[in-house]
């Protein structure tokens, strides 16, 4: 089945560890998206890639670094420079072209011990 | 800060009733919208979406209303049911093509 995985679902972190979170779609999207969720709040973006090899900063990028190597994945490494790293974090997907639903993972939930 | 975002934090209905979930958004420039429903622990769901050239558009049970003078879109959901209990999100698609997302409205359905 077509779909966007995201791994691992929950993942424990010491402070001051870098830690990487995967997304993987199998949907050939151009475009992939990394959003951040605290409680009770929004969805806040933190980088997204509209093609292979590119990317741009979203609001919450401080901390954050991504790679978009192959079209499929578009990890998200968590750095020691993220201040509060705890958070559910959401990998989407879709076509290019500014319309056309995101299509999300199941969500990865970083909690820093 | 964010550049969409919602009327109310939270709804509560009762079953049967007709749910409203509002929410504003401050780019004019923006072309297209969507709104998402959020279970628990989930990723979000895609409800329905519109263009900036359109008013108004109708799914199953639910009507999705944008007003661009007052920069205003509306989620209709008819005859609400317990399923329907979990967060809605409204996103805008900026000229970026980087979907914003709005904090969101806890919907709550009474049986």
């Known amino acids: 089945d077509g779909g966007i995985t995201q791994s691992p679902k929950y993942l424990f972190r010491k402070e001051g560890q870098n830690v990487t979170l995967s997304c993987e779609q199998n949907?050939?999207?151009?475009?992939m998206y990394w959003y951040r969720q605290d409680p009770g709040q929004g969805l806040r973006l933190i980088y997204y890639?509209?093609?292979?090899?590119?990317?741009q900063k979203g609001d919450i990028a401080e901390g954050y670094s991504v790679s978009r190597e192959k079209k499929e994945s578009f990890p998200l490494t968590v750095t020691s420079a993220q201040k509060n790293p705890t958070a559910f974090y959401l990998c989407?997907?879709?076509?290019?072209?500014?319309?056309?639903?995101?299509?999300f993972g199941e969500g990865s939930r970083l909690t820093v011990l | 800060g964010e550049s969409v975002g919602l009327h109310l934090p939270t709804l509560s209905v009762q079953e049967g009733d007709n749910s409203i979930i509002n929410c504003a958004y401050s780019?004019?420039?923006?072309?297209?919208f969507i709104w998402y429903k959020q279970e628990s622990g989930k990723g979000p769901q895609f409800i329905i979406d519109i263009r900036s050239n359109m008013d108004k558009r109708q799914g199953q049970r639910v009507t999705v209303l944008l007003n661009k003078t007052v920069k205003h879109l509306s989620l209709q959901i008819a005859a609400t049911q317990p399923g329907d209990s979990a967060v809605y999100f409204c996103?805008?698609?900026?000229?970026?093509?980087?979907?914003?997302f709005g904090a969101g409205t806890r919907l709550t359905v009474k049986p």
């Open positions: 780019n004019s420039a923006s072309d297209y």
């Open positions: 949907l050939n999207h151009d475009a």
């Open positions: 890639s509209q093609i292979v090899n590119d990317f």
């Open positions: 996103a805008e698609n900026n000229n970026n093509n980087d979907m914003r």
């Open positions: 989407a997907s879709r076509t290019t072209g500014g319309v056309g639903e995101l299509f």
